[in-house]
């Protein structure tokens, strides 16, 4: 089996990548909490004093479903028409992400190398790692991932990384 990777990272693996991390971001405990909470005042406020019935409980907590949904549709709004924007304009300006790349790996870690400088981490050196539809990201912490398409690995390959990731106690995320 091929060790070496060889791929360049497009503008749609950017954005895949990009998509799926923003995702992850939204699913985390702590935006939901803050969100839950946010509802749970709102609703709270908007039917102080209590004394005027059931009739302004009920329109407070729909005002506050509206505002949830708003939240929703923006949310879905951000990741459909501004993200991908966003990410061309990002992609554009980083020309170190456009150049030829390998990931040479092996059982102790990966070798990370483009023309303009090299990376080499041991597989424990990751926090966690996670095979999307379009890509395997490997996370050396919450915010900074390294993206290997899909395009460019066999499902021998991936299988590889994922066992030598695991093997080394690293969680998917």
Same mark, same amino acid.
């Given at each position: 089996?091929?060790?070496?990777?060889?791929?360049?990272?497009?503008?749609?693996?950017?954005?895949?990548?990009?998509?799926?991390?923003?995702?992850?971001?939204? $699913?985390?405990?702590?935006?939901?909490?803050?969100?839950?909470?946010?509802?749970v005042i709102y609703v709270f406020i908007a039917?102080?004093?209590?004394?005027?019935?059931?009739?302004?409980?009920?329109?407070?907590?729909?005002?506050?479903?509206?505002?949830?949904?708003?939240?929703?549709?923006?949310?879905?709004?951000?990741?459909?028409?501004?993200?991908?924007? $966003?990410?061309? $304009?990002?992609?554009?300006?980083?020309?170190?992400?456009?150049?030829?790349?390998?990931?040479?790996?092996?059982?102790?870690?990966?070798?990370?190398?483009?023309?303009?400088?090299?990376?080499?981490?041991?597989?424990?050196?990751?926090?966690?790692?996670?095979?999307?539809?379009?890509?395997?990201?490997?996370?050396?912490?919450?915010?900074?991932?390294?993206?290997?398409?899909?395009?460019?690995?066999?499902?021998?390959? $991936?299988?590889?990384?994922?066992?030598?990731?695991?093997?080394?106690?690293?969680?998917?995320?």
């Amino acid at each position: 089996m091929e060790r070496r990777i060889a791929y360049t990272i497009s503008e749609a693996d950017y954005l895949s990548g990009t998509r799926r991390y923003t995702w992850r971001a939204y $699913r985390k405990r702590g935006p939901l909490i803050a969100l839950a909470v946010v509802w749970v005042i709102y609703v709270f406020i908007a039917t102080w004093p209590w004394d005027r019935g059931w009739l302004r409980f009920g329109i407070g907590a729909g005002i506050a479903t509206v505002v949830t949904v708003l939240i929703a549709v923006g949310i879905v709004l951000t990741n459909r028409l501004i993200m991908p924007r $966003r990410v061309r $304009r990002l992609y554009a300006q980083h020309r170190q992400l456009q150049l030829p790349q390998t990931a040479t790996r092996d059982d102790t870690g990966i070798a990370l190398a483009s023309d303009t400088g090299s990376n080499r981490l041991a597989w424990a050196d990751f926090s966690k790692w996670d095979d999307s539809g379009d890509g395997l990201m490997l996370y050396a912490n919450d915010i900074l991932y390294y993206l290997v398409p899909h395009r460019a690995t066999s499902a021998e390959q $991936r299988a590889d990384i994922i066992a030598l990731l695991t093997a080394a106690g690293v969680p998917n995320a």
